[in-house]
């Protein structure tokens, strides 16, 4: 990439949800925009706003959040920087958690909280339908099939267009679409976090969405092999992280989330960066083990 090129989400191509929502492939994470711990406003609210202005500006067409974002700040501001909405504009919002405190997340995916928590995030973002609406995590006090069928009856009640999931194991997959169709799977993965390799290329041969969380490695050994790539690209390693993303799959939906204008324009440029293939190759052989997120 070269200063003059112009910085647009477009140049990372288009994928189609559910058959009907095109989005640029290059997305936007909403959760950062909130205050320490993802819990109340952040430190800087006007610059949380101009940030989400900025990557529409930028061409991002879907932004991912959820109610536990705040809990329910994310939404609100996302609504308050750019309702009304511009007309491609996919917002994929999530349930499932619930926030007793900064930094603390508990399980709650009820039907009967999944319910109230649709109203709820319908009201936040002011609109009378979710475009994507995912089960935050599945709910291991709660019957997977009865989170799914809740969600599948606000589809038929037309509160959500589509539904999606979140850090879930094939299987789960697999049960769901059983009992509504899912146009997208968000996990944790990265070029040097490769656990779900095979549910990407389940998305892949089923024309699922992926939305992967966490793009940045987190050891040692693989930042050290993304920042001699960067140095070699004269970019910064953040962008070769979802250069490489986009190049994984054409189901890949990268959402780098950040509360910075100026951060937000760096991950956006990563659409138009072509990854060399010894440089893809490079990245595609770390492997240095499964994230250990528990000691």
């Known amino acids: 990439m070269n200063s003059t090129e112009v910085i647009s989400a477009a140049a990372a191509g288009t994928f189609s949800l559910g058959g009907d929502l095109v989005v640029n492939r290059l997305g936007y994470g909403a959760m950062r925009i909130t205050g320490d711990g993802i819990w109340g406003l952040p430190a800087d609210k006007p610059a949380a706003l101009a940030t989400l202005r900025r990557a529409v500006d930028l061409g991002v067409n879907l932004i991912d959040t959820a109610d536990s974002y705040g809990p329910g700040t994310s939404e609100e501001l996302i609504a308050e920087a750019l309702y009304p909405y511009p007309a491609d504009l996919v917002i994929a919002t999530k349930g499932g958690w619930e926030r007793p405190g900064p930094g603390w997340w508990t399980h709650n995916a009820s039907p009967a909280h999944l319910t109230q ?119 910064i390693p953040l962008q070769v992280a979802l250069a490489w993303l986009l190049k994984r799959s054409p189901v890949m939906l990268p959402i780098p989330g950040t509360s910075s204008v100026a951060h937000v324009e760096q991950n956006i440029a990563s659409a138009a960066l072509e990854l060399p293939d010894n440089a893809y190759q490079t990245l595609s052989a770390v492997n240095p083990g499964p994230a250990v997120l528990r000691g």
């Open 117 to 235: 928590a649709i109203e709820a995030s319908l009201k936040r973002l002011r609109v009378d339908r979710i475009d994507v609406y995912q089960l935050h995590i599945p709910d291991p006090a709660v019957s997977f099939v009865a989170s799914m069928e809740t969600l599948a009856r606000a589809r038929e009640q037309g509160k959500i267009r589509h539904v999606a999931l979140s850090n879930v194991a094939l299987e789960y997959i697999e049960r769901a679409r059983k009992i509504v169709p899912i146009v997208s799977v968000q996990n944790r993965y990265s070029f040097a976090d490769r656990e779900w390799d095979f549910v990407v290329d389940y998305c892949e041969q089923h024309g699922i969405g992926f939305m992967p969380w966490a793009p940045m490695a987190q050891q040692r050994y693989a930042n050290d092999v993304l920042e001699s790539v960067a140095r070699q690209l004269n970019v």
